[in-house]
């Protein structure tokens, strides 16, 4: 962002992209580090869950996801899916820059390296365990650091169909997701995925309290944070900021339910087809 004015720059949006609602949950944590931030949301719903595709597919997307922000000057992206930062975070560091990405995988690793000296757990899709990205970025912070994954494929139905964490379906899935983690006790739990701090009740009984949960979305919210301040481009403003989200399928639901993960009023929610997200902004070819 060379040559530009620093006061502009200050007061640019905030770009953040998700597969679709979960990443609000993140949303909610800038907004709380930093009220006065304008945040620029996209959803790619039309194409939810990212967690069952092949990388490469993942990796295309997360390129023209991040490409679809760029065209509106963010000062910084915010890769608000954990299975895009663990397939694609290098790619698309490389193909913003100079705008820096943050991504919701190494700052909930060094969160939970820093809360406990025991094990660490991990629940996550199933491309975000299969890529070891949680697993590398702890282990590279403390290579003895024993990492117990288990990969949770229906929760993020089950929180998009609106269900809560005391219904007994949430709680048997779980259950069953959570049992070898239950018995190995890990001293800290990362949730790796942006649906599951809405199943923060369930997963904070079945683990109970000795289990310190990681929220994956306020550890990125606090990277942001300190990056932001670092550089002199925190916004002035200590409240009032917009929320403007895109969506790639079904407007009205996402702003129907968009309250419910993003504890906050959307300004506005607008539809974008996913054939608009593949204009060439940046190469997905790296």
């Known amino acids: 962002m060379a040559g530009k004015d620093p006061t502009s720059v200050r007061e640019a949006p905030i770009g953040v992209f998700d597969s679709g609602l979960g990443g609000l949950t993140v949303v909610r944590r800038l907004t709380?580090?930093?009220g006065g931030e304008d945040i620029l949301y996209l959803g790619d719903t039309a194409r939810v869950p990212y967690g069952i595709r092949s990388l490469k597919t993942i990796r295309q997307y997360a390129l023209e996801d991040a490409g679809f922000l760029l065209r509106f000057s963010p000062k910084l992206i915010v890769v608000a899916c954990n299975t895009a930062s663990a397939a694609a975070v290098r790619e698309l560091e490389a193909a913003c820059c100079p705008v820096e990405v943050v991504?919701?995988?190494?700052p909930s690793a060094a969160a939970a390296v820093a809360a406990?000296?025991?094990?660490?757990?991990?629940?996550?899709?199933?491309?975000?365990?299969?890529?070891?990205?949680?697993?590398?970025?702890?282990?590279?912070i403390d290579g003895k650091r024993e990492v117990i994954s288990q990969a949770c494929p229906l929760l993020?139905?089950?929180?998009?169909?609106?269900?809560?964490?005391?219904d007994p379906i949430v709680l048997h899935v779980?259950?069953?997701?959570?049992?070898?983690?239950?018995?190995?006790r890990p001293g800290a739990l990362i949730l790796g995925c942006t649906h599951y701090p809405l199943l923060v009740g369930a997963i904070s009984k079945l683990m109970g309290p000795a289990v310190k949960l990681i929220d994956s979305g306020q550890a990125a919210a606090l990277e942001v944070q300190r990056r932001?301040?670092?550089?002199?481009?925190?916004?002035?403003r200590a409240t009032g900021g917009i929320l403007r989200c895109y969506t790639?399928?079904?407007a009205a639901r996402f702003a129907r339910l968009s309250e419910r993960f993003g504890g906050r009023s959307v300004d506005s929610v607008e539809s974008v087809g996913t054939d608009e997200l593949k204009a060439p902004a940046i190469s997905t070819n790296l």
């Open 32 to 34: 709380a580090a930093m």
């Open 103 to 106: 991504d919701v995988i190494r």
């Open 116 to 140: 406990t000296d025991g094990p660490v757990g991990v629940i996550a899709t199933e491309a975000t365990i299969a890529s070891n990205a949680y697993r590398n970025a702890i282990t590279a």
């Open 156 to 166: 993020v139905p089950i929180v998009e169909e609106g269900r809560e964490d005391d």
């Open 174 to 184: 779980l259950g069953d997701y959570l049992r070898v983690l239950q018995r190995r």
């Open 228 to 236: 932001l301040k670092e550089a002199d481009l925190l916004n002035p």
């Open 248 to 250: 790639t399928d079904n």
